[in-house]
C-alpha cells in the first residue's frame, strides 16, 4: 500500500520558470516530510524538509509548502535550472515506526534551456 | 562521493541462486537502513540497523536477511532469488537511531536476475 504518492511521473519545465512537484500521503501520523533528488546512477539526495509543526520551509530556490489538512506537500523550484533536471522523491517519515522514510514513486523534471 | 560505500555496483546472477550485498556506512554513523527500487515503485524501505541491532523492519521478504557487524559494515543476503528480485538496492546510514532527515545514501547495488 502507497502511502506517499507522487501522481505526476514527469514535468518539464522551462529554464527562469517555476517547478512544482506534487505529493500526497495517507498516513495521518507521518510527522516528518523530505524531498530528495536523484540523478542517474547516483543514489538519491538530501534536499529539503519540513516537520509536521510548520507550513513553509525555504532553502535558497528551493521551498516546501507543506498542507496538513489535504495531507499535501509541494516542492517549488524558482528559478528552475537544468542543472535541476533530475527525479525528485518524496519521502514521509513517522515517531512510531522509527522514523523510516516512505517514498513515493517519484517524478522526472526536466529543465529546458 | 557521499561516504556511504555499496558493493558490488552491479550483480547478476540466475534464479534460485544467493547473492550477499555489502555496504559500509559513512564514518560516525551509527544506523544502517536498506531499501529496494524496482522498476515500478518508489524506494521501499526494507530494514534498519542500528549499532548491531535490528531497529526496524519494513517489507522484506522471509528470504531476505541482513546483519551489521561490530564494525558497523551491513550485509543484505538475498536467497532463493527470483526475477522479481531484480532491482537497486540502495543502503544509507544516519548518525541516530532515529532520524528522519539524516540520511545518506549509497549509489545502489543493480541486481540482475535472470
Known amino acids: 500500500d502507497q502511502q506517499v504518492k507522487q501522481n505526476s511521473p514527469s514535468l518539464s519545465v522551462q529554464e527562469g520558470r517555476i517547478s512544482i512537484l506534487n505529493c500526497d500521503y495517507t498516513?495521518?501520523?507521518?510527522?516528518?516530510f523530505l524531498w530528495y533528488k536523484k540523478y542517474p546512477a547516483e543514489g538519491p539526495t538530501f534536499l529539503i524538509s519540513i516537520s509536521s509543526i510548520k507550513d513553509k520551509n525555504e532553502d535558497g530556490r528551493f521551498t516546501v509548502f507543506l498542507n496538513k489538512s489535504a495531507k499535501h506537500l509541494s516542492l517549488h523550484i524558482v528559478p528552475s535550472q537544468p542543472g535541476d533536471s533530475a527525479v525528485y522523491f518524496c519521502?514521509?517519515?513517522?515517531?512510531?515506526?522509527?522514523?523510516?522514510?516512505?517514498f513515493g514513486k517519484g517524478t522526472s523534471l526536466l529543465v529546458t534551456p | 562521493d557521499s561516504g556511504v560505500t555499496q558493493t558490488p555496483k552491479h550483480l547478476i546472477t540466475a534464479t534460485g541462486q544467493r547473492v550477499t550485498l555489502r555496504c559500509s556506512p559513512r564514518?560516525?554513523?551509527?544506523?544502517v537502513y536498506w531499501y529496494q527500487q524496482s522498476l515500478d515503485q518508489g524506494l521501499q524501505f526494507l530494514i534498519q540497523y542500528y549499532n548491531g541491532e535490528e531497529r526496524a523492519k519494513g517489507n522484506i521478504l522471509e528470504r531476505f536477511s541482513a546483519q551489521q557487524f561490530p564494525d558497523l559494515h551491513s550485509e543484505l543476503n538475498l536467497s532463493s532469488l527470483e526475477l522479481g528480485d531484480s532491482a537497486l538496492y540502495f543502503c544509507?546510514?544516519?548518525?541516530?537511531?532515529?532520524?528522519?532527515?539524516?540520511?545518506?545514501f549509497g549509489s545502489g547495488t543493480r541486481l540482475t536476475v535472470v
Open positions: 498516513n495521518s501520523m507521518f510527522d516528518y
Open positions: 544509507a546510514s544516519s548518525v541516530a537511531a532515529l532520524s528522519g532527515w539524516g540520511y545518506t
Open positions: 564514518s560516525g554513523d551509527l544506523s
Open positions: 519521502a514521509a517519515s513517522a515517531a512510531n515506526s522509527g522514523y523510516a522514510l516512505n
